[in-house]
């Protein structure tokens, strides 16, 4: 009986075909094995690959599938804290007026420019960070540069093509601070992970050469006399101007490093505080913020020297001689 139970299980697997039996002897049918077959594998295999030649979509699925709607919820639900916030920009500004400062109506038109830009920028973030393709990092760095640029460039506005060297000092000083970190392997080189870099060291080199080019233009307009004289006894423009140009850099890279020394004493910046409300590790907060404030420091100097570099040749005639359009006060 034993062996006429086991014969017909055996064969009515096999008729079934499931799977096969190995039959070893004086083992009970209980511990007798399974051994799959390969078709059954072949088998997943081509219905796989039927169900993906079914549909073009499937074969290339589609990288973006943004829910606008949710996005749109979301940000309409979050919206509550912003607007409760608005009562201290309003205070400041009926602080002013009790001051008559005058200034009332753009510390308004700050606040709701910086709603406006803020709230657009957040719907491009989401539609980029989406995107599998580095050419939209490109896109947007170089929005991002070419507003710098011109916001930089309206502050030396006495300097001839200032907004172009600004612009160029900035993409050069923080291209080449970006292209450091990726070489190191500090961060990938990716839009959710660039684009936030490179907005930061851009909006501070930004500040730092129209701070520079503005402060180089006063220093030789007020020793006017003094350049000349030098340039009088056979010194060159860059011998001549060299010491308006150091303070001109240490002027603008003043504020970058007050907060180089004083971070984590007196303030905690932006990137690190963003990361502990979002609930990471402090530990991990302050690592990133250490790599911050070093791009930081970096691309602004670049941008700094790069600018002084540039704009040296419009402060001076062909004959070498101090150009007077140039050393126009407001």
């Given amino acids: 009986m034993p062996f006429f139970t086991v014969s017909i299980a055996a064969t009515s697997v096999i008729h079934d075909g499931k799977g096969s039996l190995r039959f070893l002897r004086n083992i009970p049918e209980q511990e007798f094995k399974l051994i799959p077959k390969k078709k059954k ?9 039927s169900n993906y030649s079914n549909s073009d979509a499937r074969i290339k699925p589609p990288i973006v599938a943004l829910e606008w709607g949710k996005i749109w919820s979301d940000f309409e639900g979050g919206l509550l804290r912003p607007v409760l916030a608005l009562s201290v920009a309003g205070a400041a500004i009926l602080v002013s007026y009790s001051q008559r400062l005058g200034i009332e109506k753009e510390m308004a038109i700050s606040i709701a420019r910086a709603f406006i830009q803020l709230s657009i920028i957040g719907f491009v973030l989401e539609f980029i960070f989406n995107q599998s393709n580095v050419a939209w990092i490109f896109v947007a760095y170089i929005s991002m540069v070419s507003v710098a640029g011109y916001t930089a460039g309206r502050r030396a506005r006495h300097v001839p093509n200032g907004g172009y060297i600004s612009g160029l000092s900035i993409f050069v000083g923080t291209s080449l601070t970006l292209l450091m970190l990726v070489a190191c392997n500090v961060f990938p080189f990716t839009p959710r992970y660039i684009i936030p870099i490179a907005g930061m060291m ?17 220093d030789m307009q007020a020793q006017q006399g003094l350049i000349e004289t030098a340039l009088a006894l056979g010194a060159t423009p860059r011998q001549a101007t060299l010491k308006q140009v150091q303070r001109a850099l240490i002027v603008g890279l003043s504020p970058t490093l007050d907060n180089a020394k004083t971070v984590g004493l007196i303030s905690l910046p932006g990137a690190m505080t963003g990361l502990i409300m979002g609930g990471a590790s402090p530990m991990l907060a302050i690592q990133l913020q250490i790599v911050v404030m070093n ?14 570099f540039l704009s040296w040749p419009f402060f001076f005639t062909k004959s070498y001689q101090l150009e007077t359009k140039v050393l126009i006060a407001d």
């Fill in 295 to 308: 791009m930081l420091l970096g691309a602004s100097t670049f941008s700094g020297v790069l600018a002084t």
């Fill in 41 to 49: 594998k072949k088998k997943k295999k081509m219905q796989q690959a």
């Fill in 202 to 218: 851009v909006g501070n080199s930004m500040g730092v050469t129209g701070v520079t080019l503005r402060r180089m233009q006063e």
